[in-house]
């Protein structure tokens, strides 16, 4: 990397309270990316940066060990594991320590059980909530919309990943990149690993089908990542254009998570929003559905907010209608679904038709994906684009976001500490709606209350907003506004009559004009966001009153 790229962090660091991350992406161990977020640490610490290394792994690499001589080592934190000491990177010490950066390798790494967090992408979430700018490494691999690519492509089932948005947020971005061969030979002299692993990896992991593969899927990721900060730029002020992406959810789809991984790649490469639908039909009630059912939903639903999706629930047998109306209201452009259950002879001649078919036939300008979601052998997929090989120096492409800024619809722009309601107590949904939509509608004339909890309840009834993963999303387009409006709720003690998985902290409620949809789709899309994120979500949850939420909001909003 050059001296320049390594002043564009420092510049940032210096002028950033809150943490910045940047990210060095490869392919594979052994292309270099330790090796180069250690040698950017010590040009940081020349210029005067109080850099410590939070956790790296040398894996024996006498090259990389010598680079850590000189720089301020977190001492690890030691938790036992069925019976074995395992070393973790202690976050807590790295938080009292307060570096201006700290070095975290592989990001996508799985803490042992008993640790602060699950995963180490979110004790990196913690340091930057705290101010603290850190410098990762990472394989593309390890991304959860790759999962199937790279199982199919390497045959090789990654266990440890990490969701999309962790490396779609990152401040910089920087591609270690060496050649197939190049690695290789660095593997044959024992700079990767032990001599006793050598011949091991090359049969199997590190065997050049394997190397071009993820290869090519690094560069493909980096142009992706490329793209979308340029879009960024564009002075469009937020706004949804048509062409969004829905996925269509079955309780019992089998590869439901293949849908899932599918539409995120195709969301991020057309730069739209996606949305995640479920129709629950009475078949598929809570109390009629077996409970290993239930978990499997569950799990891909939190799967479908992981990779950055925006879940709809709704109930009712007719699914096709659904799907379509839903597809009419948020200007959905590609619909992405699974195999069909096999219709049979009789039913056909009855009429009868799969769910695919029946959208083919009556979604006028909508792109049908129908994917194999069947079971199926993992076998080597065929690479259908081939790259020029590089020379022998590695090639580094740094993604930055784009120093333009540019006018966006914010949360701190549309409400005020008045919109804000905390409650200390247990509270029912009907309590909740009925004070969010009062604190909506009390600036606004244009606003009844009556009407907009009305079609709020209208729209609870399709489907529940209230589902999971600690946050409500209420809405409702409303007749004779003008603007939208919006209100926070905070419940300490969560929502007493809704049980989920995780107890819903935050409900945002929105309401929008009636006839402007595209309203909607912008403000939903900015809070799902926001309330992804580890770094807000923090903040709000130190806050004491309604001044210091609003405070919060202002401060992110000013941050993103």
């Not at 210096?14 to 991350?21: N, V, W």
Request: proline fraction near 4%; charged fraction near 25%.
């Amino acid at each position: 990397m050059t001296t320049e790229r390594a002043d564009d962090f420092l510049r940032m660091i210096r002028r950033s309270q809150r943490g910045r991350l940047k990210v060095y992406l490869g392919y594979a161990a052994g292309v270099g990316k330790t090796y180069q977020m250690l040698q950017e640490a010590h040009r940081l610490q020349q210029a005067g940066v109080d850099v410590v290394v939070g956790l790296v792994e040398t894996h024996g690499r006498a090259e990389t060990a010598k680079l850590i001589e000189g720089l301020e080592v977190i001492p690890r934190f030691l938790q036992q594991h069925r019976g074995i000491i395992v070393e973790e990177m202690d976050v807590n010490a790295i938080l009292r320590r307060k570096p201006q950066v700290a070095l975290v390798d592989e990001l996508a790494h799985s803490n042992v059980p008993g640790s602060r967090n699950a995963k180490r992408y979110e004790d990196v979430q913690d340091l930057l909530a705290a101010g603290i700018h850190v410098i990762t490494t990472m394989n593309v691999q390890h991304l959860e919309s790759l999962y199937d690519v790279v199982e199919r492509a390497v045959r090789v089932k990654v266990r440890e990943r990490l969701p999309d948005s962790v490396l779609a947020e990152a401040d910089q971005i920087v591609n270690v990149d060496l050649t197939p061969e190049d690695l290789q030979e660095r593997l044959r002299e024992g700079k990767v690993y032990p001599a006793e692993r050598i011949s091991t990896a090359f049969d199997n992991f590190f065997r050049t089908p394997n190397l071009e593969n993820l290869r090519e899927l690094t560069l493909r990721e980096m142009a992706a990542q490329i793209d979308l900060r340029r879009h960024e730029t564009l002075p469009e002020d937020g706004a949804i254009v048509p062409d969004q992406v829905m996925v269509c959810l079955s309780s019992r789809g089998p590869n439901s998570e293949i849908l899932l991984r599918y539409a995120s790649r195709l969301a991020g490469k057309l730069n739209r929003n996606w949305y995640v639908v479920y129709v629950q039909t009475p078949s598929e009630e809570a109390t009629v559905i077996d409970s290993r059912t239930q978990r499997l939903l569950s799990g891909v639903l939190t799967l479908a907010k992981e990779l950055g999706a925006m879940v709809f629930t709704y109930k009712g047998e007719d699914i096709t209608g659904t799907i379509l109306r839903f597809a009419r209201e948020y200007q959905v452009g590609h619909i992405v679904t699974g195999s069909p259950a096999r219709v049979s002879f009789w039913k056909r001649i009855m009429g009868k038709k799969s769910i695919p078919e029946f959208l083919m036939e009556q979604a006028r300008g909508v792109t049908i994906v129908v994917l194999d979601t069947k079971p199926y052998e993992t076998v080597a997929a065929r690479s259908t684009l081939f790259i020029e090989e590089e020379s022998q120096e590695a090639v580094k492409i740094t993604s930055q976001k784009p120093s333009v800024q540019v006018q966006k619809t914010t949360i701190s722009s549309l409400i005020n500490e008045s919109g804000i309601i905390i409650w200390d107590n247990p509270v029912d949904t009907a309590h909740v709606l009925e004070k969010l939509v009062k604190s909506a509608c009390n600036n606004a004339l244009a606003c009844d209350f009556a009407t907009g909890l009305v079609a709020v309840r209208e729209r609870e009834a399709q489907g529940s907003t209230f589902y999971s993963e600690g946050v409500a999303f209420p809405h409702a387009r409303v007749a004779g506004l003008d603007k939208p409006l919006v209100a926070l709720g905070l419940t300490r003690m969560g929502i007493s009559d809704v049980t989920t998985e995780k107890p819903i902290k935050y409900v945002f409620l929105s309401l929008t004009p009636l006839a402007k949809p595209e309203v909607q789709l912008q403000l939903m899309a900015v809070a799902a966001r926001t309330f992804q994120n580890r770094y807000f979500l923090k903040s709000v949850e130190l806050a004491e009153n309604s001044q210091q939420v609003y405070a919060a909001i202002k401060e992110w909003d000013q941050s993103v």
